[in-house]
């Protein structure tokens, strides 16, 4: 990779999560809320996962999952995001895990969960979406965060796909070959081919691009969440790792 100046990285940064934890700490107060809810909205898995292999109930575990980004904005907790630049999924985890060892914090997240006006999260399908990932006998709450946020990241870039290819007129594409963008089993093609109407060996030629470009995506879903895009290779290699395990 060609070494960037001082304004090619600025263009970069602005561009990741951490303007958008930058703009959730700023005192506008609607940017702020809209900048953290785009993070709630990406992000609130791993930290749910987080919480209930720490030993709260699906209840408990949802209170403070909202909570935890309440509180974040509500005491100007991503402030120190400003020194704490890197690897996203480091500092969200930090935080989290500050969150939790504090009993005021977490009294306030109960009452932030239950009372006051909240940040709007999908958490209705929350012990839903944590049940395929619960942890083995020995996985450790750090490690099933890791690999939720490697699996978020992956519902993001298919999600981005699909969205890409139906503006693109392929919504039937995307429907019959997203299955197998991430499969280690080797398609149907003839299959595939005639529920498309289309030859085989087009099938091929179009699942192959696809899945090019659904690497491509995922590779940019990984970037957005550095600070420095000469770590996004080894940060997508590290997660690729992950979602294996």
């Given at each position: 990779?060609?070494?960037?100046?001082p304004?090619a990285?600025?263009n970069?940064?602005s561009t990741?999560?951490?303007?958008?934890?930058?703009?959730?700490?700023?005192?506008?107060?609607?940017?702020?809320?809209?900048?953290l809810?785009?993070?709630?909205?990406?992000?609130?898995?791993?930290?749910?996962s987080y919480?209930?292999?720490?030993?709260?109930?699906?209840?408990?575990?949802?209170?403070?999952t909202?909570?935890?980004?309440?509180?974040?904005?509500?005491?100007?907790?991503?402030?120190s995001?400003?020194q704490?630049?890197?690897?996203f999924r480091?500092?969200?985890?930090?935080?989290?895990?500050?969150?939790?060892?504090?009993?005021?914090?977490?009294?306030?997240?109960?009452?932030?969960?239950r009372?006051?006006?909240?940040?709007s999260?999908?958490l209705?399908?929350?012990?839903?979406?944590?049940?395929?990932?619960?942890?083995?006998?020995?996985e450790t709450?750090?490690?099933?965060?890791?690999r939720?946020?490697?699996?978020?990241?992956l519902?993001?870039?298919?999600?981005?796909?699909?969205?890409?290819?139906?503006r693109?007129g392929n919504?039937?594409r995307?429907?019959?070959?997203?299955?197998?963008?991430?499969s280690?089993?080797?398609?149907?093609?003839?299959?595939?081919?005639?529920?498309?109407?289309?030859?085989?060996?087009?099938?091929?030629?179009?699942?192959?691009?696809?899945?090019?470009?659904?690497?491509?995506?995922?590779?940019?879903?990984?970037a957005?969440?550095l600070?420095?895009?000469?770590r996004t290779?080894d940060?997508l290699?590290?997660?690729?790792?992950?979602?294996?395990?």
């Amino acid at each position: 990779m060609t070494e960037e100046g001082p304004a090619a990285r600025r263009n970069w940064f602005s561009t990741t999560q951490w303007s958008v934890v930058l703009a959730a700490g700023s005192e506008g107060e609607v940017e702020s809320r809209d900048a953290l809810a785009t993070l709630c909205r990406t992000y609130w898995p791993p930290i749910y996962s987080y919480i209930r292999c720490r030993g709260h109930d699906a209840e408990t575990a949802r209170d403070l999952t909202q909570g935890f980004f309440a509180a974040l904005l509500e005491r100007r907790g991503l402030e120190s995001a400003r020194q704490e630049r890197g690897r996203f999924r480091s500092f969200l985890l930090a935080c989290v895990r500050n969150f939790l060892a504090d009993e005021r914090d977490r009294a306030t997240a109960l009452k932030l969960g239950r009372g006051q006006p909240s940040i709007s999260l999908d958490l209705d399908e929350a012990e839903t979406s944590y049940a395929p990932y619960q942890p083995a006998s020995r996985e450790t709450p750090e490690s099933l965060f890791e690999r939720r946020w490697a699996l978020t990241l992956l519902d993001e870039a298919m999600r981005e796909l699909e969205t890409e290819m139906a503006r693109a007129g392929n919504a039937a594409r995307f429907r019959v070959f997203g299955p197998y963008l991430v499969s280690d089993t080797d398609p149907p093609h003839a299959d595939l081919a005639r529920e498309l109407g289309i030859t085989e060996a087009a099938a091929r030629v179009a699942l192959h691009r696809m899945r090019q470009r659904f690497g491509a995506v995922l590779r940019e879903q990984v970037a957005r969440t550095l600070d420095d895009p000469a770590r996004t290779d080894d940060e997508l290699r590290y997660l690729i790792g992950l979602m294996g395990s």
